[in-house]
């Protein structure tokens, strides 16, 4: 049963670092291909959506952390 249980933990961490990229994409990656240039205003919202992205990482890494043996 440990098998079933470890692959999904394993899968919804998956999931959480999947939106964790999606967040670091949308919040500097999108901007610098499309040539926005990081006033103030973008730096902030910048930094946050990589802050998130970054938070969300770390939440996946808990997430394996309950994985059984």
Do not use: K
């Not at 999606?22 to 999108?30: E, L, P, R, S, T």
């Not at 205003?41 to 394996?64: C, D, E, N, Y």
Request: glycine share 8%; proline share 3%.
């Amino acid at each position: 049963m440990h098998t079933v249980h470890n692959a999904r933990v394993q899968l919804l961490a998956t999931m959480v670092n999947n939106i964790a990229v999606a967040f670091v994409v949308a919040g500097f990656v999108a901007p610098a291909v499309t040539g926005q240039l990081p006033d103030a205003g973008r730096a902030v919202v910048t930094l946050a959506w990589i802050g998130t992205g970054i938070a969300l990482h770390f939440i996946a890494h808990l997430v394996l952390g309950r994985l059984r043996q």
